[in-house]
């Protein structure tokens, strides 16, 4: 079944407390990209990935590092976490970024306290 | 860049009846328009998506309407059931270009019995 994995699905830390949010796809899509979702404010787009190496910022990075070693995994690093980024995380993949649609993991509930 | 407004935020509906929800982008280039639903802790499913090069498009109970001169587009839901109940998200996107998908603030709609 073709999917986007996150993990975990939902996690309460403390302010400063690295923490790293995996997201696997079994597609073989060259494209993924994180988003944050946030009430009456949509999905904005943190980073994304067109390729193994290559990243870059989206509309809201500030606070998030993100690595793209192997096709299939994308994760999303809170070196030292903020409750401002407490949100919904969304990974998504497409085929590429000029060919959508993009697929969408269940996501991942973040509290930092 | 690109800027979509989607209204209305919040709608309800008796059941068996139509639902509408309207999107504005900005930038002239847009070309592909997507719709994603989002059930309660779920990731956003594309439930239809239209190109510039159409201005309608229908599956089943789900139509989607373009038009490019005024620089918006519809979802209309037909015969609306219960399931039919959860957020939906607009999209609008230059593909082919380093532009990138760029939502509306979403819409929650509630199909009551």
């Known amino acids: 079944e073709a999917q986007v994995t996150q993990n975990p699905r939902y996690l309460i830390t403390v302010t400063g407390k690295k923490l790293t949010v995996t997201c696997s796809q079994n597609?073989?899509?060259?494209?993924m990209s994180w988003y944050r979702q946030d009430p009456g404010l949509g999905l904005r787009q943190i980073y994304y990935?067109?390729?193994?190496?290559?990243?870059d910022k989206g509309d809201v990075p500030e606070g998030y590092k993100v690595s793209r070693k192997e096709k299939r995994n994308f994760p999303l690093i809170l070196e030292s976490p903020s409750p401002n980024q407490t949100s919904l995380y969304f990974c998504?993949?497409?085929?590429?970024?000029?060919?959508?649609?993009?697929?969408f993991g269940d996501g991942t509930r973040l509290s930092i306290l | 860049g690109e800027n979509v407004e989607q209204h209305p935020s919040t709608l309800s509906v008796q059941e068996g009846d139509s639902a509408v929800i309207k999107c504005t982008y900005s930038?002239?280039?847009?070309?592909?328009f997507p719709w994603y639903k989002q059930e309660l802790g779920k990731g956003p499913q594309l439930i239809i998506d239209?190109?510039?090069?159409?201005g309608e498009k229908k599956d089943q109970r789900i139509a989607v309407t373009l038009n490019k001169t005024a620089k918006h587009f519809s979802l209309h839901i037909t015969e609306t059931q219960p399931e039919d109940s959860a957020v939906y998200f607009c999209?609008?996107?230059?593909?082919?270009?380093?532009?990138?998908?760029?939502f509306g603030t979403g819409t929650r709609l509630q199909v009551t019995l």
């Open positions: 998504a993949s497409s085929f590429s970024r000029e060919v959508q649609p993009q697929h």
């Open positions: 597609m073989n899509h060259e494209y």
């Open positions: 990935s067109m390729n193994v190496e290559v990243t």
């Open positions: 930038d002239s280039a847009s070309n592909y």
């Open positions: 239209i190109r510039s090069n159409v």
């Open positions: 999209a609008a996107v230059a593909t082919g270009t380093a532009s990138k998908l760029t």
